[in-house]
């Protein structure tokens, strides 16, 4: 056994409608950055970023998307968050 989870955190996803807002303006990558970042700060948001960055402490985490270019994704920005927090 390997004791592994997984385990999905819409509080930490990008919201539909900044994913929506993407798929129209995908030259507007930097913007929806900084929107994401925005959306980080709400209180349930910033909570589970709060318990990420304990847990990692601990154990080691990962995050994954559909992505597949982390440059080019939400999730380098949240693994900055995890790190900050």
Not at 51 to 64: D, F, H, N, R, V
Request: net charge neutral.
């Amino acid at each position: 056994i390997l004791n592994y989870f997984d385990l999905w955190l819409p509080s930490v996803a990008p919201s539909r409608e900044l994913l929506h807002w993407l798929k129209e303006n995908p030259e507007k990558f930097d913007q929806v950055l900084v929107k994401y970042k925005r959306e980080m700060q709400q209180t349930e948001s910033k909570q589970t970023i709060l318990l990420l960055a304990k847990m990692a402490k601990e154990t080691p985490i990962s995050i994954g998307c559909y992505c597949a270019d982390e440059s080019h994704c939400h999730r380098s920005v949240l693994r900055e968050l995890i790190e900050k927090a």
